[in-house]
């Protein structure tokens, strides 16, 4: 399938892997990007600048396709070293970067005069035009559905996307609730140039997380995520767990006093225990309201591959046979 992102990241389908943090590494950028996706590796995920440009060398041992690194600028205890992580990417001769969070601004020149391409992922038609605005070469507009970080306006893809279409000039794809053919169709339909899905390639046989998560994910429904950190500005859609549910009880008790200190004690630090270990009650990590639609553990290729078999034969038959029927 061709479309504007297909041509702009030089991709086979129009389908990306949303940086995720503990679950974007190597492996699955590889898979993604291997089965004619876009996959990206999570900068943050790896601790140091020097750690991260081994797991771009680990990258493009596991693959010849382009793949991409996420960068994140979200409120942090300690600000990463973001310069050095801007130097590895370029240094590792990576040609797209995600960029999420902040306003990424301030890194758009050096990443140019590398000939890097940028997608800024954006939870509003606001913050989309002010990455097209800025130089970003595309855009992700991640609805309200979305695994981790939807924003504060909580505006669904059913009306996010349109109102993107409406308004940007540069490609986007839409991100949030993406699961299978009928979401990428629809994501096509809508306005996008295609998909980024974060919590769907979290249960893929590649991914490499313990399988405790991605027999969670298949085992959760669309009723099982919950918002937390919303009264601190800094909302987060995850899955329903008992250290979920003590942070809920702390902001439900504490109100507008709330302070990030309450709650670091149960937030900081899970990752690795939930993504590594597969202690799920470690503590709140991202899911999207799309696990309910999640009741399988392919590989990365089968998914890619039933993804665009499907989107095909939606388009070709199903919506063929509406057009038709009308004339
Ligand atoms: C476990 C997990 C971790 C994530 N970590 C990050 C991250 O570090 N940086 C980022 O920009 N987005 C992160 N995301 C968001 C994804 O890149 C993507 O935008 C989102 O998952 C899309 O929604 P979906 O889960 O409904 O597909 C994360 C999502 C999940 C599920």
């Known amino acids: 399938m061709k479309t504007r992102i297909t041509e702009l990241f030089g991709i086979e389908h129009p389908i990306i892997q949303g940086g995720m943090h503990y679950v974007g590494f190597a492996e699955l950028a590889a898979a993604v990007s291997s089965a004619g996706g876009l996959g990206i590796i999570t900068g943050l995920t790896q601790r140091t600048p020097e750690l991260l440009a081994n797991e771009i060398r680990r990258c493009r041992e ?36 995600e960029t999420a969070g902040n306003n990424p601004q301030r890194w758009l020149p050096a990443l140019r005069d590398a000939g890097i391409k940028v997608i800024h992922k954006c939870t509003s038609v606001r913050h989309a035009l002010k990455a097209q605005s800025i130089g970003c070469d595309a855009a992700s507009v991640d609805g309200f559905e979305c695994g981790g970080h939807p924003g504060e306006d909580d505006i669904p893809n059913f009306i996010l996307l349109p109102r993107a279409a409406d308004e940007l000039t540069i490609p986007f794809v839409a991100s949030g609730g993406m699961a299978d053919g009928r979401s990428l169709v629809a994501a096509l339909a809508l306005g996008a140039d295609g998909m980024n899905m974060g919590t769907r390639f979290i249960a893929t046989k590649e991914a490499p997380v313990h399988d405790h998560v991605k027999q969670a994910l298949v ?16 909302t987060e859609r995850v899955l329903k767990n008992a250290a979920v549910e003590r942070v809920l009880a702390k902001e439900k008790s504490l109100g507008a006093s709330i302070k990030f200190d309450d709650i670091v004690g149960d937030v900081a630090g899970a990752y690795p225990k939930i993504m590594k270990e597969g202690n799920l009650d470690a503590g709140p990590w991202s899911c999207g309201m799309v696990a309910g639609l999640i009741h399988d553990v392919p590989s990365v290729k089968e998914l890619i591959d039933r993804i665009m078999r499907e989107a095909n034969e939606i388009i070709s038959a199903r919506l063929r046979g509406f057009a038709s029927a009308r004339s």
């Open 62 to 97: 596991l693959t010849d396709k382009p793949f991409g690194v996420n960068l994140t600028f979200l409120p942090a205890l300690q600000s990463p070293d973001y310069p050095g992580y801007v130097r590895a990417i370029i240094e590792g001769g990576v040609k797209i970067v």
């Open 219 to 234: 085992a959760a429904s669309e009723l099982d995520t919950r918002l937390i950190m919303r009264p601190l500005r800094n």
